[in-house]
């Protein structure tokens, strides 16, 4: 497997150009991450930001594009160069598609809505292209098995499409169940040694997404630990998802969680791209705010360990809100300890 160099630790700034809600105005955009939040994270020791970006920032659902939008985006790879970030630019929401509505995924059957995709990522090509401190991620996040064959279509379409402009960019694709690592099984050989593929892990999710109100059947007055047994882990998972939580847990025993579970949950992930030698990326990892901050901090130094040991790039979600965020009060009493397990 090779490295994905320059991207080792990073960080999401997640709600800023993406995931607004109704929020999509210029005073947000403006004030909710500035000059000042980078050259924090620059001081955590990171070396790169993952940026996710929302369609309808930087261009309309005609495909025509809002130049008002780039404007932040240049923003940011500023700051980020006077700080020595490299920058993922994710596109975290397409016309068509957005990974948390079931909804709206006409995407992945409309062509009109694929070459405004491939059009857009053309114009990130042609403004970005030559710049080796930003990698780009094709789309955050795709759901649903049955789009599996679409998208590789569309991502090698939209790869073809951008290599005249950007020869030598690295470019990160995720796979099906919202970058699981299961989804990495169906994506198809990378076309040239410039692809990165992503996953990430959120796992145990009964733990990790604990009272999150965005999750199916979840309660919100649920709360859990962690360490905790597996078979814990497993019971409470099948009260709350029912038929629908996690099967790995069926492998497992009585043992407590620890980072030999990272270390069995990554082994997949890495045997894949040892296969194809393509580096491999954790773009989203974390642990919602209404987890306690022993539990969120133990899983954070077993992660972190795992990720260490196999050398894993990564980047934590989130910087700043979202329910995860790294900067909030809640994790004052342990900011250090958890900087340093990043």
């Not at 114009?123 to 049955?146: K, Q, V, W």
């Not at 599996?148 to 990160?172: D, G, Q, S």
């Not at 709360?223 to 905790?228: I, K, L, N, V």
Request: proline share 3%.
């Amino acid at each position: 497997m090779r490295n994905f160099e320059g991207y080792l630790k990073g960080i999401n700034l997640g709600g800023w150009l993406s995931q607004c809600g109704t929020n999509y105005t210029e005073e947000h955009y403006s004030t909710f991450i500035t000059k000042k939040d980078i050259d924090l994270i620059a001081s955590w020791g990171l070396d790169h930001v993952r940026l996710p970006v929302d369609y309808n920032v930087v261009q309309n659902e005609d495909g025509s594009f809002i130049e008002s939008g780039f404007r932040h985006i240049d923003d940011c790879i500023r700051w980020c160069k006077e700080n020595k970030l490299n920058i993922v630019l994710d596109l975290h929401k397409t016309c068509g598609y957005v990974f948390d509505n079931e909804n709206y995924c006409d995407f992945f059957t409309e062509r009109r809505l694929q070459n405004i995709f491939i059009r857009l990522w053309m114009e990130f090509a042609r403004r970005y292209g030559s710049d080796e401190t930003i990698a780009f991620e094709l789309l955050n996040e795709i759901t649903d098995a049955a789009t599996t064959e679409p998208w590789n279509r569309i991502a090698a379409e939209t790869i073809a499409a951008i290599r005249p402009l950007a020869p030598t960019k690295k470019i990160i694709i995720g796979g099906i169940f919202n970058s699981s690592i299961y989804g990495l099984n169906f994506l198809e050989k990378p076309v040239d040694e410039n692809i990165v593929f992503t996953f990430h892990c959120y796992s145990p999710m009964i733990f990790t997404h604990q009272a999150a109100g965005w999750i199916k059947h979840m309660p919100k007055e649920f709360h859990t630990t962690y360490p905790a047994p597996a078979s814990k882990i497993r019971a409470e998972s099948a009260v709350v998802y029912g038929d629908d939580f996690d099967a790995e847990f069926n492998t497992l025993g009585d043992e407590i969680l620890s980072v030999e579970y990272f270390r069995r949950l990554f082994a997949p992930a890495i045997a894949i791209a040892e296969r194809y030698q393509v580096p491999l990326y954790c773009g989203e990892y974390g642990v919602i705010d209404y987890a306690d901050r022993v539990s969120t901090l133990a899983w954070f130094k077993d992660m972190h360990a795992a990720l260490e040991e196999a050398s894993l790039a990564r980047a934590v979600w989130t910087y700043k809100s979202m329910n995860f965020d790294i900067s909030g009060d809640h994790n004052m009493d342990i900011i250090d300890e958890l900087i340093h397990n990043l």
